[in-house]
């Protein structure tokens, strides 16, 4: 029944021939049914094929069995709609009324695949009305994110400062306080950001790591935030350990990078775009610490971090 519905319409008469009879069959109904699944055996690569460049037009036929069921005097009813050369809809059943005439029995038939060309083009009609808001939709919004045209926000470190930092037996331990500018650059939208996550890394090994509080920017806003790391007795490589020990000792100074991602979304008037995850990088941030100290502060002016979405 399931491939008679769906992708056979080739088997379709006879299994509804045979289901007027499944309460009670007998053996020449199941012959019947042998006979089908044999065909379907050997006919296993048979199918319906939808080509995309195929044409458009529906394409409809019906017929009629006048009087196919003579013990209830009622005709059977058969008909196939094509579109592009397949067919898309097809229907064998027994007619629910008497027809007094093989022209009435026609006439039944002729109606009722009228009404299911109807409900074919309606569905069409659907199809169609939702591919073109859907492009309508897509277009206005794409031209929306022209207008408006968001730019990517700037980040800047305007110090970075490092107290009790202690470094022996390839522990470290420190506190790092960080003071960061986040800019807005534009104009018509506004910016949330939240589950921003930072940390303070020596080349490529994180010393230590935090969140900062969630905050809002207004259109050409800028804002300031202030991000404290701790470390206390956290284990270093050998590699990094002895890097800001030879940096310590020859230069007076050991260079850290700051590292933040943060989930922010753009909003323009009613217009909001899906969040998106914003990356930020602070590096080369030289600390003076000589060796014989164990606080220092950033070296030479505000540092701009790189940004990319």
Not at 80 to 86: E, L
Not at 128 to 157: C, D, H, K, M, N
Not at 161 to 177: E, G, M, Y
Not at 182 to 201: G, Q, V
């Amino acid at each position: 029944m399931y491939l008679a519905n769906t992708t056979r319409p080739d088997i379709t008469f006879s299994v509804n021939l045979l289901a007027r009879y499944s309460s009670a069959p007998t053996r020449r109904h199941w012959n019947g049914i042998k006979h089908i699944l044999r065909y379907l055996k050997g006919t296993i690569d048979m199918g319906l094929f939808y080509s995309k460049d195929c044409s458009s037009n529906l394409v409809g036929y019906t017929d009629v069995g006048y009087l196919s069921d003579p013990h209830k005097a009622r005709s059977q009813t058969g008909y196939v709609f094509i579109c592009g050369g397949t067919a898309i809809s097809w229907r064998s059943t027994k007619q629910s009324i008497v027809a007094t005439s093989s022209n009435h029995a026609e006439i039944i038939a002729i109606h009722e695949a009228s009404r299911e060309c109807q409900r074919n083009i309606f569905l069409r009609r659907v199809i169609a009305i939702l591919i073109a808001s859907t492009i309508i939709t897509g277009t206005i919004l794409f031209v929306i994110w022209l207008v408006i045209l968001p730019r990517i926000p700037e980040f800047q470190v305007d110090s970075l400062s490092v107290s009790n930092l202690n470094l022996s037996n390839s522990l470290i331990t420190a506190n790092w306080d960080l003071h960061f500018t986040a800019r807005n650059p534009n104009k018509k939208i506004t910016l949330y950001y939240d589950e921003i996550a930072a940390a303070i890394f020596f080349e490529s090994l994180s010393m230590a790591d935090t969140t900062v509080p969630p905050f809002f920017m207004d259109k050409g806003n800028e804002t300031g935030r202030k991000v404290s790391f701790v470390a206390s007795g956290a284990y270093v490589e050998k590699w990094a350990f002895e890097g800001m020990g030879k940096e310590r000792d020859e230069k007076g100074i050991i260079r850290f990078n700051v590292r933040m991602v943060a989930r922010v979304s753009f909003k323009a008037g009613a217009w909001r775009a899906r969040r998106r995850y914003l990356r930020v990088y602070c590096g080369d941030l030289s600390v003076g610490v000589s060796l014989n100290k164990s606080s220092g502060n950033l070296l030479g002016a505000e540092r701009q971090c790189r940004v990319g979405l």
